[in-house]
């Protein structure tokens, strides 16, 4: 698998480079997602803080019922403040995405800030499970040892 994984553009909905990932809640709590692969790597506030130290906006892109009717589909792009051709105006003009919410990646409380901000996205009303799946824009993200589970 290497030691790296490098953003790509795969997505029909999000016409940028991201690091695809499945929000979870714990650590022990497995991919769901046939399509997310068997590999499992941990991004942390360091990888984020990494990319950019600083503010990021979390937009909503998309949501849909699973093949499961039980099942609710999220998808969520998290893009640092500032991005030339990712602004706030474009993103939700241009592609008429919903901003969720802003996040400081530079404060002390970063890491539970993000888990409150993402949190509200692992539940919809009327449905027995809901994935979150975010798009990070950032280049890449370090999965070597001690980084996969």
């Not at 942390?44 to 937009?59: A, E, R, V």
């Not at 970063?110 to 950032?138: C, N, P, R, S």
Request: charged residues 30%; negative net charge; proline residues 1%.
């Amino acid at each position: 698998w290497g030691d790296t994984i490098s953003w790509s553009n795969r997505d029909a909905e999000v016409d940028m480079d991201a690091i695809w990932v499945q929000v979870a809640r714990r650590r022990k709590d497995r991919s769901c997602c046939p399509g997310f692969g068997k590999r499992l790597v941990r991004v942390t506030i360091d990888k984020l803080t990494s990319s950019h130290n600083g503010w990021w906006d979390l937009f909503s892109v998309s949501g849909t019922e699973g093949r499961n009717s039980d099942h609710y589909f999220k998808k969520l792009v998290l893009i640092p403040q500032g991005t030339k051709t990712f602004d706030e105006e474009r993103c939700i003009k241009v592609h008429g995405w919903e901003l969720e919410g802003r996040w400081d990646a530079s404060i002390q409380s970063a890491e539970e800030d993000l888990q409150d901000l993402l949190e509200e996205h692992l539940t919809q009303d009327g449905y027995t499970k809901t994935h979150a799946h975010v798009g990070i824009y950032m280049e890449s993200c370090f999965a070597g040892k001690g980084n996969s589970y």
